[in-house]
C-alpha cells in the first residue's frame, strides 16, 4: 500500500505535519522530487523540526529516500541530517543515484538570474538553492549525479567539462566575476568527500529497485511531494513555478516505481484553508500585498485587505521556513482546487490551519472566476489570463475559537458547525473525501477522520 501527499496550491500547505501524523504506520518515506527549497515542518510534543531534505518520517524513525527525481546538496544534507543526530534523532536516509547534485555554481546561476530578471521584473523569487540551474543541467546532459561522486575519476572527467562553460556564462553573457564556485580543484575535493561519506554511510541506492524490494516485503509507502501544484513547472503558472513536478505523476518518474504503484494507493492533496505564496506570480485571491513579490505592488501598494491579510499572517506564522519571508496571502481558490484534484486524482484531503482563521465575522472562498465576462471554474493555462481572473466568492460565517487540541481529541462533530459547512464545501467541490483536518501545528491538533493506511 503506498500513500502519496501532494501539495494542492503553492507549497506550504503543511505536507510534513501530514506525514508525520500518518508516519506511525509507515515503514519508508520518499521524497520523488525538488531539494532544500522546501521546508517540511514537524512538531513532536512541542518541539518544532524543520526538514529540508531529509524526508518528514524521520522524525519517528523511519527510513527516508530521497528518489531519483530529487536534487540534492549534499552539504546541507549531511548539515541537515548531523543536525538532527545533535537533537537526538538517527536519521536513516538513503539517495538514489540518478538523482542529480547541486553544486556551488548552481547556486551562483540561481542569484544570476533572479538578479538579471529583477531589471526587468520578471523575477521568481526563488529560494535562491540553485534547483533551476541544477534541473537545467539535468535536461541538458550535463549533469552530475549522486552516483558519480562515487567514482572520483568520472566525476573530475565531468567537472572539467561542465564548470568551464558555467564559468563562462557567468562572466561573458551575465558580466559577473566567479569565485571558488568555479574552482574545478576545489570541487573536485569537496564532492569527492561527499561520495566518500556516502559510500561509508552506505547510503546510495538504485531508488526503484529499493522501494520494489520494500514493497515486496510487505512495507507500506509514503511518497512527500515537495511544493505545490501551482507551482509544478507543468501544470503550474509557468514562469513563476519551481524546475520539478510536485503532481502526483511525479511520485512514479521521481522514484522509480510504475504509475500503478502510486495510482494503486491513495493519493492526498494537502489543502490550507486559505492560501499563501512565497515568490512573485499572480495570486487572484490575494489580500493585502507583500513587497517585492506581489506583481504591481509598486504601483497600487498594499491594498484594501492589508490588516486581513497581516491578521492571517500573524496568526498563522506565515513566514518562510528556508527564507524567513513574509508569505503573500489570500482566500481559499477552489477553481484552483479543482484543477489540482485534475491534475493529481486526489483520492482524499487533509485540510490545515482552519484555527487559523477562527474568530474572524465571515470567511470566503473563490467559487468561480470572472473572465471577460464568463464564468470559469478551473485556472486557464497561461498565466497571463489567470492573473486576468477575477474570483467570485462564496461567503461562509465564521467559526469561533476553540480549545482545537480538545476538537482534535474529540473527532470531526466536535469541529465547530460553520467550519464543518467549509470543509464540507470543498470536500463536494473536489469530489473527495476530508481524510484529516489540521487544527493546530503539533502531531496531536489534528482531526483524523480516516488513516488511508488502517
Ligand atoms: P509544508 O512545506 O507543506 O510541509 O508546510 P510548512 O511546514 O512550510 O508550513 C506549514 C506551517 O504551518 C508550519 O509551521 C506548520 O507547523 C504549521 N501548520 C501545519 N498545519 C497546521 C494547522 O492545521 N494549524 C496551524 N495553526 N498551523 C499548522
Ligand atoms: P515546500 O515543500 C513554497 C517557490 C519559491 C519560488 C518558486 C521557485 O516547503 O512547500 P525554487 O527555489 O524552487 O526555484 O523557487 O517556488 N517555492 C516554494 N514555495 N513552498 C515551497 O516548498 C517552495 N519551494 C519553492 O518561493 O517562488
Ligand atoms: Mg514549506
Same mark, same amino acid.
Given at each position: 500500500m503506498t500513500v502519496t501527499i501532494v501539495g494542492?496550491? $503553492?507549497? *506550504? %500547505?503543511g505536507k510534513g505535519g501530514v506525514v508525520d501524523l500518518w508516519g506511525? &504506520? @509507515?515503514d519508508v518515506v520518499a521524497r520523488y522530487q525538488g531539494g532544500d527549497n522546501a521546508g517540511h515542518t514537524v512538531v513532536e510534543d512541542g518541539t518544532e523540526y524543520k526538514l529540508? $531534505? @531529509?524526508?518528514?518520517g524521520a522524525v519517528r524513525g523511519k527510513v527516508g529516500v530521497l528518489g531519483n527525481g530529487c536534487v540534492v546538496n549534499p552539504a546541507t544534507l549531511f548539515e541537515e541530517i548531523d543536525d538532527l543526530r545533535e537533537r537526538g534523532l538517527d536519521p536513516d536516509v538513503r539517495v538514489a543515484q540518478r538523482a542529480h547534485v547541486i553544486l556551488p555554481y548552481h547556486r551562483v546561476l540561481d542569484g544570476i538570474e533572479e538578479d538579471v530578471k529583477s531589471e526587468s521584473d520578471q523575477? @521568481?523569487?526563488?529560494?535562491?538553492?540553485?534547483i533551476g540551474p541544477t534541473y537545467e543541467d539535468k535536461a541538458g546532459r550535463r549533469g552530475i549525479r549522486v552516483? *558519480? $561522486? $562515487? *567514482?572520483p575519476e568520472l566525476l573530475r572527467e565531468k567537472l572539467e567539462y561542465v564548470v568551464p562553460q558555467k564559468q563562462r556564462l557567468a562572466e *561573458?553573457?551575465?558580466?559577473v566575476e566567479t569565485g571558488e564556485e568555479f574552482d574545478i580543484a576545489s570541487l573536485y575535493e569537496e564532492y569527492k568527500r561527499y561520495g566518500e561519506r556516502l559510500a561509508d554511510e552506505e547510503m546510495t541506492v538504485d531508488s526503484g529497485e529499493f522501494l520494489t524490494d520494500r514493497i515486496e516485503s510487505g512495507d507500506q509507502l509514503m511518497f512527500e511531494g515537495a511544493q505545490g501544484t501551482l507551482i509544478d +513547472?507543468?501544470?503550474?503558472?509557468y514562469p513563476y513555478?519551481?524546475?520539478?513536478?510536485?503532481? &502526483?505523476g511525479g511520485a512514479a518518474t521521481g522514484t522509480g516505481l510504475s504509475p500503478g504503484v502510486v495510482g494503486g494507493g491513495d493519493i492526498v492533496g494537502i489543502v490550507k484553508a486559505y492560501l499563501t505564496r512565497v515568490g512573485s506570480g499572480p495570486l487572484p485571491t490575494e489580500l493585502g500585498g507583500v513587497e517585492?513579490?506581489?506583481?504591481?505592488y509598486d504601483e497600487q501598494? %498594499?491594498?484594501?485587505n492589508e490588516e486581513l491579510a497581516e491578521y492571517i499572517r500573524e496568526e498563522g506564522g506565515e513566514?518562510?521556513?528556508?527564507?524567513?519571508r513574509p508569505r503573500r496571502v489570500g482566500w481559499l481558490d477552489v477553481p484552483m482546487l479543482r484543477h489540482s484534484a485534475r491534475t493529481n486524482g486526489f483520492t482524499g484531503l487533509a485540510v490545515n490551519h482552519i484555527d487559523v482563521l477562527s474568530g474572524l465575522d465571515e470567511v470566503k472562498a473563490a467559487h468561480s472566476y470572472d473572465l471577460d465576462g464568463d464564468e470559469r471554474d478551473t485556472v486557464p493555462a497561461t498565466t497571463e489570463r489567470w492573473a486576468d481572473c477575477e474570483p467570485n466568492y462564496r461567503t461562509f460565517d465564521g467559526w469561533e475559537d476553540v480549545d482545537w487540541s480538545h476538537v482534535a481529541e474529540e473527532?470531526?462533530? &466536535? +469541529?465547530p458547525e460553520n467550519a464543518r459547512t467549509y470543509l464540507e464545501y470543498v470536500s463536494d467541490e473536489l469530489d473527495a473525501d476530508i481524510y484529516a483536518v489540521g487544527?493546530?501545528?503539533?502531531?496531536?491538533?489534528t482531526v483524523v477522520v480516516e488513516n488511508p493506511l488502517e
Open positions: 494542492s496550491q $503553492l507549497g *506550504d %500547505e506511525d &504506520a @509507515v529540508s $531534505l @531529509v524526508p518528514s523575477e @521568481v523569487g526563488t529560494t535562491g538553492r540553485g552516483g *558519480d $561522486l $562515487l *567514482d *561573458d553573457v551575465f558580466g +513547472i507543468d501544470h503550474g503558472n513555478v519551481t524546475s520539478s513536478n510536485p503532481t &502526483a517585492g513579490d506581489t506583481p504591481g501598494g %498594499e491594498g484594501e513566514y518562510g521556513t528556508v527564507t524567513g473527532g470531526y462533530d &466536535a +469541529i487544527v493546530g501545528p503539533g502531531r496531536e491538533e
